[in-house]
Protein backbone atom coordinates (compact mmCIF):
# COMPACT_ATOMS: atom_id res chain seq x y z
CA UNK A 1 0.00 0.00 0.00
CA UNK A 2 1.91 3.13 -1.30
CA UNK A 3 1.08 6.40 0.46
CA UNK A 4 2.76 9.61 -1.53
CA UNK A 5 3.31 13.04 -0.12
CA UNK A 6 3.48 16.03 -3.23
CA UNK A 7 6.19 17.93 -1.99
CA UNK A 8 5.78 22.04 -3.28
CA UNK A 9 9.45 23.28 -3.83
CA UNK A 10 10.41 26.78 -2.59
CA UNK A 11 13.93 28.44 -2.93
CA UNK A 12 14.86 27.02 0.68
CA UNK A 13 13.89 23.50 -0.70
CA UNK A 14 11.02 21.43 0.02
CA UNK A 15 7.88 22.90 1.60
CA UNK A 16 8.10 22.89 5.65
CA UNK A 17 4.37 20.96 5.41
CA UNK A 18 6.00 18.15 3.65
CA UNK A 19 8.07 16.68 5.71
CA UNK A 20 4.93 16.89 8.36
CA UNK A 21 2.81 14.82 6.03
CA UNK A 22 5.93 12.22 4.84
CA UNK A 23 6.37 11.49 8.81
CA UNK A 24 2.69 11.21 8.86
CA UNK A 25 2.51 8.91 5.80
CA UNK A 26 4.98 6.32 7.40
CA UNK A 27 2.11 5.14 9.53
CA UNK A 28 -0.45 4.95 6.35
CA UNK A 29 1.14 3.04 4.24
CA UNK A 30 4.29 0.50 3.85
CA UNK A 31 5.52 2.16 0.78
CA UNK A 32 6.37 5.90 1.26
CA UNK A 33 6.56 8.10 -1.99
CA UNK A 34 7.44 11.95 -2.39
CA UNK A 35 7.05 13.45 -5.28
CA UNK A 36 8.88 16.99 -5.64
CA UNK A 37 9.44 19.19 -8.98
CA UNK A 38 10.86 21.87 -10.23
CA UNK A 39 14.47 23.29 -9.65
CA UNK A 40 16.08 22.04 -6.28
CA UNK A 41 14.29 19.36 -6.09
CA UNK A 42 17.31 16.99 -6.57
CA UNK A 43 18.64 18.07 -3.51
CA UNK A 44 15.29 17.71 -1.82
CA UNK A 45 15.31 14.34 -2.24
CA UNK A 46 17.94 13.45 0.54
CA UNK A 47 15.79 15.78 3.45
CA UNK A 48 12.33 13.94 1.96
CA UNK A 49 13.81 10.74 2.17
CA UNK A 50 15.53 11.10 5.79
CA UNK A 51 11.45 11.76 6.77
CA UNK A 52 10.86 8.39 6.37
CA UNK A 53 9.96 8.68 1.68
CA UNK A 54 11.32 5.42 0.64
CA UNK A 55 11.50 6.51 -3.31
CA UNK A 56 11.36 10.38 -4.18
CA UNK A 57 10.49 11.12 -7.62
CA UNK A 58 12.24 13.94 -8.93
CA UNK A 59 12.42 16.44 -11.84
CA UNK A 60 14.60 19.67 -11.62
CA UNK A 61 12.31 21.17 -14.62
CA UNK A 62 11.71 24.85 -14.66
CA UNK A 63 8.37 23.75 -16.11
CA UNK A 64 7.22 23.43 -13.14
CA UNK A 65 8.12 27.03 -11.68
CA UNK A 66 7.66 28.62 -15.05
CA UNK A 67 3.85 27.50 -15.21
CA UNK A 68 2.26 26.78 -12.20
CA UNK A 69 -0.13 23.88 -11.36
CA UNK A 70 -0.78 22.26 -14.79
CA UNK A 71 2.23 20.77 -15.84
CA UNK A 72 2.89 19.19 -12.32
CA UNK A 73 -0.58 17.73 -12.51
CA UNK A 74 -0.51 15.77 -15.70
CA UNK A 75 3.79 14.26 -14.60
CA UNK A 76 2.06 13.28 -11.45
CA UNK A 77 -1.04 11.72 -13.28
CA UNK A 78 1.80 9.81 -15.66
CA UNK A 79 3.64 8.71 -12.63
CA UNK A 80 0.08 7.61 -10.32
CA UNK A 81 -0.83 5.62 -13.71
CA UNK A 82 2.73 3.77 -13.56
CA UNK A 83 3.11 3.38 -9.89
CA UNK A 84 -0.85 3.24 -8.42
CA UNK A 85 -0.60 4.63 -5.05
CA UNK A 86 -3.70 4.10 -3.32
CA UNK A 87 -3.28 7.98 -0.85
CA UNK A 88 -2.18 11.37 -2.19
CA UNK A 89 -1.14 13.80 0.18
CA UNK A 90 -0.96 17.59 -0.52
CA UNK A 91 0.19 20.57 1.75
CA UNK A 92 -2.62 23.15 1.92
CA UNK A 93 -0.71 25.82 -0.36
CA UNK A 94 -2.41 27.76 -2.98
CA UNK A 95 0.24 25.91 -5.51
CA UNK A 96 -0.57 22.52 -4.25
CA UNK A 97 -4.37 23.12 -4.64
CA UNK A 98 -3.87 24.25 -8.08
CA UNK A 99 -2.13 20.93 -8.64
CA UNK A 100 -4.55 18.57 -6.60
CA UNK A 101 -7.59 20.32 -8.39
CA UNK A 102 -6.07 19.56 -12.00
CA UNK A 103 -5.54 16.02 -10.94
CA UNK A 104 -8.92 15.07 -9.65
CA UNK A 105 -9.99 15.83 -13.05
CA UNK A 106 -7.57 13.38 -14.83
CA UNK A 107 -8.06 11.18 -12.35
CA UNK A 108 -11.61 10.73 -11.46
CA UNK A 109 -10.72 10.29 -7.69
CA UNK A 110 -12.01 12.27 -4.97
CA UNK A 111 -10.45 15.51 -3.29
CA UNK A 112 -10.56 16.38 0.04
CA UNK A 113 -9.51 19.78 1.68
CA UNK A 114 -8.61 21.52 4.43
CA UNK A 115 -8.07 18.12 6.21
CA UNK A 116 -5.91 18.59 9.77
CA UNK A 117 -5.89 14.40 10.42
CA UNK A 118 -5.71 11.14 7.89
CA UNK A 119 -7.26 8.37 9.90
CA UNK A 120 -6.56 5.88 7.51
CA UNK A 121 -6.06 5.57 3.14
CA UNK A 122 -9.66 5.69 2.80
CA UNK A 123 -10.44 8.57 6.37
CA UNK A 124 -9.74 11.47 7.19
CA UNK A 125 -10.30 14.32 9.80
CA UNK A 126 -11.16 17.94 9.26
CA UNK A 127 -12.80 20.85 11.25
CA UNK A 128 -15.88 22.43 10.13
CA UNK A 129 -17.71 25.89 11.31
CA UNK A 130 -14.22 27.32 12.78
CA UNK A 131 -12.99 24.38 14.11
CA UNK A 132 -15.98 24.11 16.77
CA UNK A 133 -16.95 20.62 15.25
CA UNK A 134 -14.79 17.87 14.10
CA UNK A 135 -15.63 15.50 11.14
CA UNK A 136 -14.51 12.06 9.82
CA UNK A 137 -14.86 11.41 6.06
CA UNK A 138 -14.67 8.63 4.38
CA UNK A 139 -13.42 8.50 1.16
CA UNK A 140 -14.76 6.26 -2.06
CA UNK A 141 -14.09 6.02 -5.72
CA UNK A 142 -11.67 5.42 -7.61
CA UNK A 143 -7.81 5.19 -6.47
CA UNK A 144 -5.56 7.25 -5.27
CA UNK A 145 -7.60 9.41 -3.00
CA UNK A 146 -6.14 12.77 -2.73
CA UNK A 147 -6.12 14.55 0.49
CA UNK A 148 -4.69 18.25 0.99
CA UNK A 149 -3.84 18.67 4.82
CA UNK A 150 -3.60 21.95 6.64
CA UNK A 151 -0.28 22.76 7.24
CA UNK A 152 1.03 21.92 10.93
CA UNK A 153 -1.39 19.08 11.45
CA UNK A 154 1.75 16.92 12.38
CA UNK A 155 5.30 16.90 13.80
CA UNK A 156 8.15 16.17 11.32
CA UNK A 157 10.15 13.34 12.47
CA UNK A 158 13.01 12.72 11.07
CA UNK A 159 13.65 8.72 10.45
CA UNK A 160 16.68 7.61 8.96
CA UNK A 161 16.47 4.86 6.19
CA UNK A 162 17.49 4.72 2.81
CA UNK A 163 15.97 6.36 -0.20
CA UNK A 164 15.90 5.37 -3.53
CA UNK A 165 15.62 8.21 -5.99
CA UNK A 166 13.90 8.37 -9.67
CA UNK A 167 14.29 11.39 -11.87
CA UNK A 168 11.28 11.52 -13.61
CA UNK A 169 10.67 12.77 -17.39
CA UNK A 170 8.77 16.13 -17.08
CA UNK A 171 7.95 16.77 -20.87
CA UNK A 172 4.72 18.38 -21.20
CA UNK A 173 3.11 19.28 -24.30
CA UNK A 174 3.25 23.25 -24.87
CA UNK A 175 -0.71 23.10 -25.10
CA UNK A 176 -0.96 21.86 -21.68
CA UNK A 177 1.56 24.12 -20.14
CA UNK A 178 -1.10 26.97 -19.19
CA UNK A 179 -0.37 29.89 -17.72
CA UNK A 180 3.07 31.56 -17.71
CA UNK A 181 4.61 33.48 -14.99
CA UNK A 182 6.69 36.65 -16.52
CA UNK A 183 7.51 38.32 -13.31
CA UNK A 184 8.03 37.68 -9.81
CA UNK A 185 7.34 40.09 -6.86
CA UNK A 186 8.89 39.77 -3.01
CA UNK A 187 6.98 41.74 -0.60
CA UNK A 188 8.17 39.70 2.38
CA UNK A 189 8.14 41.28 5.93
CA UNK A 190 11.59 41.36 7.40
CA UNK A 191 11.63 39.64 11.19
CA UNK A 192 11.04 35.72 12.32
CA UNK A 193 8.78 33.68 9.94
CA UNK A 194 5.39 33.50 10.86
CA UNK A 195 5.35 29.83 11.67
CA UNK A 196 8.58 30.05 13.23
CA UNK A 197 8.56 32.90 15.32
CA UNK A 198 7.75 31.93 19.08
CA UNK A 199 5.53 35.16 19.31
CA UNK A 200 3.16 36.21 16.91
CA UNK A 201 1.38 39.97 17.02
CA UNK A 202 -1.27 40.29 14.31
CA UNK A 203 -3.94 43.14 13.47
CA UNK A 204 -7.20 43.47 12.23
CA UNK A 205 -9.73 45.46 10.85
CA UNK A 206 -9.57 47.39 14.48
CA UNK A 207 -6.42 49.01 13.33
CA UNK A 208 -8.26 50.97 10.76
CA UNK A 209 -5.12 51.82 8.13
CA UNK A 210 -1.91 50.23 6.65
CA UNK A 211 -0.33 52.91 8.95
CA UNK A 212 -1.15 51.46 12.86
CA UNK A 213 0.91 48.45 11.74
CA UNK A 214 4.13 50.50 12.78
CA UNK A 215 2.81 50.32 16.37
CA UNK A 216 2.75 46.46 15.92
CA UNK A 217 5.83 46.31 14.35
CA UNK A 218 7.40 48.56 17.59
CA UNK A 219 5.78 45.94 20.12
CA UNK A 220 6.82 42.91 18.09
CA UNK A 221 10.83 44.13 18.54
CA UNK A 222 10.23 44.73 22.35
CA UNK A 223 9.22 41.81 22.72
CA UNK A 224 11.68 40.11 20.15
CA UNK A 225 11.91 37.02 17.68
CA UNK A 226 7.99 38.46 16.92
CA UNK A 227 6.50 38.52 13.92
CA UNK A 228 3.59 40.35 12.55
CA UNK A 229 0.68 39.20 11.29
CA UNK A 230 -2.60 39.94 10.14
CA UNK A 231 -6.65 39.08 9.67
CA UNK A 232 -8.10 38.48 6.19
CA UNK A 233 -9.92 41.89 6.77
CA UNK A 234 -6.84 43.83 7.10
CA UNK A 235 -4.94 42.28 4.00
CA UNK A 236 -8.89 42.07 1.53
CA UNK A 237 -8.42 45.60 2.41
CA UNK A 238 -4.78 46.13 1.29
CA UNK A 239 -3.09 47.66 4.04
CA UNK A 240 -0.59 45.07 4.83
CA UNK A 241 0.25 41.99 1.58
CA UNK A 242 -0.90 38.36 1.73
CA UNK A 243 2.14 36.99 3.01
CA UNK A 244 0.48 38.18 6.70
CA UNK A 245 -2.43 36.87 6.47
CA UNK A 246 -3.22 34.23 8.95
CA UNK A 247 -6.52 31.61 9.17
CA UNK A 248 -8.12 29.50 6.72
CA UNK A 249 -6.95 31.05 3.54
CA UNK A 250 -3.24 32.37 4.77
CA UNK A 251 -1.01 30.67 7.18
CA UNK A 252 -1.49 28.39 10.73
CA UNK A 253 0.26 29.47 13.38
CA UNK A 254 0.81 27.93 16.51
CA UNK A 255 3.63 30.18 18.89
CA UNK A 256 3.66 29.97 22.24
CA UNK A 257 1.77 33.74 22.51
CA UNK A 258 -0.67 34.68 20.31
CA UNK A 259 -1.48 38.48 20.22
CA UNK A 260 -4.83 39.55 18.64
CA UNK A 261 -5.11 43.35 18.27
CA UNK A 262 -7.87 44.75 17.02
CA UNK A 263 -9.40 41.13 15.56
CA UNK A 264 -13.08 40.37 16.20
CA UNK A 265 -12.14 36.41 15.40
CA UNK A 266 -14.21 35.48 12.79
CA UNK A 267 -14.41 31.88 12.04
CA UNK A 268 -12.13 31.95 8.83
CA UNK A 269 -9.15 33.39 11.78
CA UNK A 270 -9.48 31.22 14.48
CA UNK A 271 -8.63 27.92 12.18
CA UNK A 272 -5.52 29.69 11.37
CA UNK A 273 -4.36 30.78 15.19
CA UNK A 274 -6.48 28.40 18.04
CA UNK A 275 -3.47 25.84 18.30
CA UNK A 276 -1.73 28.45 19.70
CA UNK A 277 -0.41 27.87 23.68
CA UNK A 278 -1.33 31.27 24.73
CA UNK A 279 -3.97 33.76 22.98
CA UNK A 280 -3.93 37.54 24.11
CA UNK A 281 -6.54 40.03 22.74
CA UNK A 282 -7.02 43.16 22.99
CA UNK A 283 -10.29 44.59 21.19
CA UNK A 284 -12.54 47.31 21.96
CA UNK A 285 -15.61 45.17 22.11
CA UNK A 286 -16.31 43.57 24.91
CA UNK A 287 -18.30 41.16 23.27
CA UNK A 288 -15.99 40.19 20.18
CA UNK A 289 -15.79 36.53 19.52
CA UNK A 290 -12.27 36.48 20.33
CA UNK A 291 -12.53 37.71 23.53
CA UNK A 292 -14.35 34.37 24.43
CA UNK A 293 -11.39 32.05 23.77
CA UNK A 294 -8.55 34.25 25.44
CA UNK A 295 -5.90 33.39 27.85
CA UNK A 296 -6.22 37.27 28.59
CA UNK A 297 -8.49 39.87 26.86
CA UNK A 298 -8.17 43.23 27.24
CA UNK A 299 -10.71 46.03 26.42
CA UNK A 300 -10.14 49.16 25.22
CA UNK A 301 -8.48 51.58 22.59
CA UNK A 302 -5.38 49.15 21.26
CA UNK A 303 -3.96 52.84 20.40
CA UNK A 304 -3.77 53.42 23.98
CA UNK A 305 -2.92 50.06 24.84
CA UNK A 306 -0.30 48.80 22.54
CA UNK A 307 2.21 51.69 22.73
CA UNK A 308 2.20 51.32 26.74
CA UNK A 309 2.50 47.20 26.89
CA UNK A 310 5.30 48.13 24.13
CA UNK A 311 6.86 50.59 27.17
CA UNK A 312 6.13 48.25 29.92
CA UNK A 313 7.72 45.31 27.94
CA UNK A 314 11.03 47.96 27.39
CA UNK A 315 11.44 48.90 30.71
CA UNK A 316 10.68 45.43 32.36
CA UNK A 317 13.48 44.15 30.02
CA UNK A 318 16.07 47.14 31.23
CA UNK A 319 15.25 46.35 34.68
CA UNK A 320 15.48 42.43 34.14
CA UNK B 1 -8.81 4.81 -13.60
CA UNK B 2 -7.56 6.50 -16.36
CA UNK B 3 -10.08 5.05 -18.52
CA UNK B 4 -13.35 6.57 -16.57
CA UNK B 5 -12.45 10.53 -16.57
CA UNK B 6 -14.53 12.73 -18.41
CA UNK B 7 -13.51 15.33 -21.00
CA UNK B 8 -15.47 17.99 -22.33
CA UNK B 9 -13.32 19.55 -25.10
CA UNK B 10 -14.06 23.20 -25.18
CA UNK B 11 -14.77 25.20 -28.58
CA UNK B 12 -12.06 28.11 -29.01
CA UNK B 13 -13.37 31.25 -30.06
CA UNK B 14 -12.35 33.15 -32.89
CA UNK B 15 -10.40 35.92 -32.64
CA UNK B 16 -12.43 37.05 -36.13
CA UNK B 17 -15.39 37.52 -34.87
CA UNK B 18 -14.36 40.09 -32.29
CA UNK B 19 -14.93 43.51 -33.16
CA UNK B 20 -12.64 46.04 -32.39
CA UNK B 21 -14.03 48.68 -30.02
CA UNK B 22 -13.06 52.48 -29.73
CA UNK B 23 -10.15 51.75 -28.00
CA UNK B 24 -8.49 49.49 -30.45
CA UNK B 25 -6.52 47.32 -28.04
CA UNK B 26 -9.58 45.57 -26.51
CA UNK B 27 -12.21 43.19 -27.78
CA UNK B 28 -15.84 41.57 -27.26
CA UNK B 29 -15.46 39.05 -24.30
CA UNK B 30 -17.60 36.38 -23.53
CA UNK B 31 -16.98 35.66 -19.56
CA UNK B 32 -18.63 32.86 -17.51
CA UNK B 33 -18.76 33.74 -14.02
CA UNK B 34 -19.40 30.85 -11.22
CA UNK B 35 -21.29 32.37 -8.32
CA UNK B 36 -22.75 30.50 -5.41
CA UNK B 37 -25.50 31.21 -3.29
CA UNK B 38 -24.59 30.56 0.76
CA UNK B 39 -25.99 30.23 3.99
CA UNK B 40 -26.52 33.56 5.79
CA UNK B 41 -22.60 34.32 6.17
CA UNK B 42 -23.09 36.46 9.63
CA UNK B 43 -25.18 33.53 10.67
CA UNK B 44 -24.44 30.43 13.22
CA UNK B 45 -23.61 27.24 10.24
CA UNK B 46 -25.69 23.90 11.24
CA UNK B 47 -25.31 20.28 10.77
CA UNK B 48 -28.55 18.21 9.47
CA UNK B 49 -29.21 14.82 10.19
CA UNK B 50 -27.80 13.51 7.31
CA UNK B 51 -24.92 15.45 7.69
CA UNK B 52 -25.11 18.42 5.35
CA UNK B 53 -25.22 21.70 5.47
CA UNK B 54 -28.22 23.37 6.58
CA UNK B 55 -29.50 25.71 3.32
CA UNK B 56 -32.45 27.55 3.97
CA UNK B 57 -33.68 30.59 2.47
CA UNK B 58 -31.74 32.56 4.59
CA UNK B 59 -28.80 32.92 2.50
CA UNK B 60 -26.47 35.30 0.02
CA UNK B 61 -24.55 35.40 -3.22
CA UNK B 62 -21.09 34.50 -1.37
CA UNK B 63 -19.50 37.64 -0.66
CA UNK B 64 -16.13 36.30 -1.85
CA UNK B 65 -18.18 35.93 -5.29
CA UNK B 66 -18.94 39.45 -5.62
CA UNK B 67 -15.51 40.25 -6.97
CA UNK B 68 -15.45 37.77 -9.68
CA UNK B 69 -18.93 39.47 -10.54
CA UNK B 70 -17.58 42.85 -10.57
CA UNK B 71 -14.24 42.05 -12.61
CA UNK B 72 -16.53 40.60 -15.22
CA UNK B 73 -18.88 43.19 -15.42
CA UNK B 74 -15.82 45.88 -15.81
CA UNK B 75 -14.13 43.81 -18.31
CA UNK B 76 -17.64 43.85 -20.14
CA UNK B 77 -18.11 47.59 -19.63
CA UNK B 78 -14.33 48.05 -21.24
CA UNK B 79 -14.32 45.97 -24.13
CA UNK B 80 -17.85 45.05 -24.86
CA UNK B 81 -19.38 41.12 -24.47
CA UNK B 82 -21.73 39.23 -22.13
CA UNK B 83 -21.68 37.83 -18.94
CA UNK B 84 -23.45 34.97 -17.56
CA UNK B 85 -23.81 33.72 -14.51
CA UNK B 86 -24.08 29.98 -13.33
CA UNK B 87 -24.91 28.29 -10.48
CA UNK B 88 -24.97 24.67 -8.79
CA UNK B 89 -27.85 24.21 -5.79
CA UNK B 90 -31.26 23.72 -4.59
CA UNK B 91 -34.25 26.52 -5.77
CA UNK B 92 -32.88 29.00 -3.22
CA UNK B 93 -29.56 29.30 -5.15
CA UNK B 94 -31.20 31.34 -8.04
CA UNK B 95 -31.01 34.28 -5.35
CA UNK B 96 -27.80 34.48 -5.76
CA UNK B 97 -27.99 34.80 -9.73
CA UNK B 98 -30.63 37.06 -9.35
CA UNK B 99 -28.10 39.37 -7.12
CA UNK B 100 -25.72 39.19 -10.19
CA UNK B 101 -27.99 39.69 -12.76
CA UNK B 102 -29.37 43.08 -10.58
CA UNK B 103 -25.22 43.97 -10.64
CA UNK B 104 -25.46 44.03 -14.13
CA UNK B 105 -24.80 40.43 -15.11
CA UNK B 106 -26.92 39.83 -18.98
CA UNK B 107 -27.83 36.32 -18.06
CA UNK B 108 -28.17 33.53 -15.48
CA UNK B 109 -28.28 29.46 -15.41
CA UNK B 110 -29.17 27.53 -12.41
CA UNK B 111 -28.24 24.06 -12.30
CA UNK B 112 -30.71 22.36 -9.91
CA UNK B 113 -31.31 18.63 -9.40
CA UNK B 114 -32.16 16.25 -6.92
CA UNK B 115 -29.23 14.02 -7.33
CA UNK B 116 -26.94 16.96 -6.58
CA UNK B 117 -27.84 16.72 -2.63
CA UNK B 118 -24.20 16.36 -1.63
CA UNK B 119 -21.93 16.80 -4.57
CA UNK B 120 -18.32 17.20 -4.09
CA UNK B 121 -16.03 19.02 -5.49
CA UNK B 122 -15.46 16.83 -8.60
CA UNK B 123 -19.22 16.70 -8.91
CA UNK B 124 -19.06 19.80 -8.84
CA UNK B 125 -16.66 20.24 -11.13
CA UNK B 126 -18.33 18.21 -13.65
CA UNK B 127 -21.60 20.11 -13.91
CA UNK B 128 -20.36 23.70 -13.79
CA UNK B 129 -17.61 22.37 -16.52
CA UNK B 130 -20.84 21.04 -18.17
CA UNK B 131 -22.78 24.37 -18.07
CA UNK B 132 -19.78 26.25 -19.27
CA UNK B 133 -19.33 24.49 -22.23
CA UNK B 134 -22.92 24.88 -23.90
CA UNK B 135 -21.24 28.17 -25.43
CA UNK B 136 -18.13 30.07 -26.31
CA UNK B 137 -16.65 31.49 -23.22
CA UNK B 138 -13.28 33.73 -23.59
CA UNK B 139 -12.75 33.78 -19.63
CA UNK B 140 -14.71 32.14 -16.76
CA UNK B 141 -14.34 33.54 -13.38
CA UNK B 142 -14.71 32.47 -9.89
CA UNK B 143 -13.85 33.30 -6.29
CA UNK B 144 -10.78 31.58 -4.49
CA UNK B 145 -12.73 29.51 -2.37
CA UNK B 146 -16.51 29.52 -1.01
CA UNK B 147 -17.54 30.97 2.18
CA UNK B 148 -19.32 27.71 3.59
CA UNK B 149 -17.42 24.96 2.22
CA UNK B 150 -13.69 26.41 1.92
CA UNK B 151 -12.74 23.75 -0.33
CA UNK B 152 -10.88 26.22 -3.33
CA UNK B 153 -10.73 23.35 -5.90
CA UNK B 154 -13.65 23.28 -8.33
CA UNK B 155 -12.73 26.03 -10.60
CA UNK B 156 -9.14 24.49 -11.51
CA UNK B 157 -11.04 21.31 -11.71
CA UNK B 158 -13.54 22.23 -13.92
CA UNK B 159 -10.48 23.86 -15.63
CA UNK B 160 -9.13 20.94 -16.31
CA UNK B 161 -12.22 19.65 -17.54
CA UNK B 162 -12.73 21.85 -20.08
CA UNK B 163 -8.75 21.63 -20.90
CA UNK B 164 -7.68 25.34 -20.53
CA UNK B 165 -5.37 27.51 -18.67
CA UNK B 166 -6.11 28.57 -14.99
CA UNK B 167 -4.66 31.23 -12.92
CA UNK B 168 -5.68 31.05 -8.98
CA UNK B 169 -6.04 33.93 -6.69
CA UNK B 170 -5.75 36.87 -9.44
CA UNK B 171 -6.05 40.26 -7.57
CA UNK B 172 -5.61 41.70 -11.31
CA UNK B 173 -6.44 40.87 -15.04
CA UNK B 174 -6.16 42.80 -18.08
CA UNK B 175 -6.65 41.84 -21.90
CA UNK B 176 -3.38 41.93 -23.48
CA UNK B 177 -3.75 41.22 -27.18
CA UNK B 178 -5.02 37.17 -27.88
CA UNK B 179 -3.99 36.10 -23.94
CA UNK B 180 -4.61 38.16 -20.36
CA UNK B 181 -2.00 40.08 -18.10
CA UNK B 182 -3.06 38.44 -14.81
CA UNK B 183 -1.00 39.14 -11.06
CA UNK B 184 -1.06 36.82 -8.97
CA UNK B 185 -1.06 36.81 -5.10
CA UNK B 186 1.42 34.32 -3.81
CA UNK B 187 3.19 33.93 -0.30
CA UNK B 188 6.04 35.61 -1.25
CA UNK B 189 4.21 38.76 -2.78
CA UNK B 190 2.48 38.62 -6.31
CA UNK B 191 3.30 36.86 -9.46
CA UNK B 192 2.98 38.23 -13.21
CA UNK B 193 1.61 36.39 -15.12
CA UNK B 194 0.27 35.47 -19.05
CA UNK B 195 -2.24 33.61 -19.67
CA UNK B 196 -4.09 32.32 -22.68
CA UNK B 197 -7.48 32.17 -23.70
CA UNK B 198 -9.77 30.96 -23.07
CA UNK B 199 -8.70 30.73 -19.21
CA UNK B 200 -10.46 30.33 -15.70
CA UNK B 201 -9.45 32.40 -13.04
CA UNK B 202 -10.09 32.48 -9.75
CA UNK B 203 -10.61 35.98 -8.04
CA UNK B 204 -8.95 37.21 -4.77
CA UNK B 205 -11.58 39.03 -1.92
CA UNK B 206 -10.41 43.11 -2.14
CA UNK B 207 -9.51 42.79 -5.51
CA UNK B 208 -12.03 45.45 -6.05
CA UNK B 209 -15.04 46.96 -4.93
CA UNK B 210 -17.72 45.03 -6.08
CA UNK B 211 -21.19 47.78 -7.04
CA UNK B 212 -24.22 47.10 -5.44
CA UNK B 213 -27.51 46.53 -7.39
CA UNK B 214 -29.43 49.69 -8.54
CA UNK B 215 -32.97 49.93 -8.20
CA UNK B 216 -33.18 50.50 -11.96
CA UNK B 217 -30.31 46.66 -11.96
CA UNK B 218 -32.72 44.78 -9.49
CA UNK B 219 -36.06 45.75 -11.84
CA UNK B 220 -33.98 45.08 -15.39
CA UNK B 221 -33.47 42.01 -13.78
CA UNK B 222 -36.22 40.32 -13.70
CA UNK B 223 -36.51 40.30 -17.36
CA UNK B 224 -32.98 39.12 -18.19
CA UNK B 225 -32.62 35.54 -19.48
CA UNK B 226 -32.83 32.72 -16.96
CA UNK B 227 -31.93 29.37 -17.95
CA UNK B 228 -32.97 26.64 -15.16
CA UNK B 229 -31.46 23.38 -16.21
CA UNK B 230 -31.36 19.57 -14.89
CA UNK B 231 -28.59 17.38 -15.38
CA UNK B 232 -30.34 15.45 -17.94
CA UNK B 233 -30.48 18.85 -20.05
CA UNK B 234 -26.43 18.79 -19.20
CA UNK B 235 -26.15 15.36 -20.72
CA UNK B 236 -25.35 13.97 -17.18
CA UNK B 237 -26.10 10.99 -15.22
CA UNK B 238 -26.60 10.61 -11.71
CA UNK B 239 -23.42 8.35 -11.13
CA UNK B 240 -21.58 10.82 -12.79
CA UNK B 241 -22.37 13.00 -9.74
CA UNK B 242 -22.41 10.48 -6.99
CA UNK B 243 -20.34 12.21 -4.41
CA UNK B 244 -17.05 10.18 -3.69
CA UNK B 245 -17.50 11.41 0.45
CA UNK B 246 -19.41 11.07 3.19
CA UNK B 247 -19.25 12.15 6.43
CA UNK B 248 -19.06 9.11 8.86
CA UNK B 249 -18.51 11.09 12.34
CA UNK B 250 -19.20 14.19 13.53
CA UNK B 251 -17.76 15.53 17.12
CA UNK B 252 -18.13 18.47 19.26
CA UNK B 253 -15.00 20.08 19.63
CA UNK B 254 -14.33 20.39 23.69
CA UNK B 255 -14.69 23.89 23.31
CA UNK B 256 -11.64 26.43 24.69
CA UNK B 257 -12.00 27.51 28.22
CA UNK B 258 -11.88 31.24 28.02
CA UNK B 259 -9.71 33.08 30.65
CA UNK B 260 -10.26 36.67 32.41
CA UNK B 261 -11.33 40.07 30.25
CA UNK B 262 -9.92 42.72 31.95
CA UNK B 263 -10.53 46.20 31.74
CA UNK B 264 -7.00 47.53 29.51
CA UNK B 265 -5.75 49.90 32.81
CA UNK B 266 -2.37 49.69 34.38
CA UNK B 267 -3.40 46.85 35.92
CA UNK B 268 -4.53 44.90 33.17
CA UNK B 269 -1.12 45.35 31.07
CA UNK B 270 0.97 44.17 33.95
CA UNK B 271 -0.80 40.93 34.07
CA UNK B 272 -0.11 40.58 30.22
CA UNK B 273 3.51 41.38 30.33
CA UNK B 274 3.30 38.79 33.78
CA UNK B 275 1.67 36.16 31.04
CA UNK B 276 4.57 36.87 28.71
CA UNK B 277 6.73 36.42 31.42
CA UNK B 278 5.45 33.75 32.09
CA UNK B 279 5.85 31.96 29.16
CA UNK B 280 9.43 32.63 28.72
CA UNK B 281 9.18 34.79 25.64
CA UNK B 282 10.13 38.41 26.90
Known sequence: ?320 | MGSDYIRYPIPRSSPRRDARNGLGTLRAMNIVVFVKFVPDPQGTPEMGPDHLLVRGAAGALDPGDGYGVEMALQLAEAGGGEVTAITMGPDEALAGVQRALAMGVHRGVVVTDPSLRGADALATARVLAAAARRSVFDLAIAGVESTDGYTGTVPVTVAELLDVASVTAVRRLEPDGDDFRVERQTEAGYDVLTCPRPAVVTVTAGANEPRYPSLKGIIQAKQKPLERLTLADLGLDAATVEPAQSITAVIEAPPKAGGDVVAADDAGIARLVELLAEAKVI
Do not use: C
Not at chain 1, 85 to 92: D, I, K, R
Open chain 1, 1 to 320: MAVWVYAPMTPEGPHPAAFELVTKARSLGDEVGAVAFGPGADDGAEPLGAHGATTVYVSDDSVFTDHPGRPAAHVLRRLIDEHRPSLVLFPATYDARDVAGRLQALTGSTLMSNATDVLAIDRARTEIFGGTTIVDVALGGPAPHLVLVRPRSFAAEPAGGTVQVVVVDASVEDGLKGARVVERHAETAAGPKLEEAKVVVAGGRGLGGPEPFALLDSLASAIGGAAVGASRAAVDAGWVPYSYQIGQTGKSVKPDVYLAVGISGALQHIVGMKGSARIVAINKDAEAPILKMADLGLVGDLFDIVPKLTAAIASRKLAV
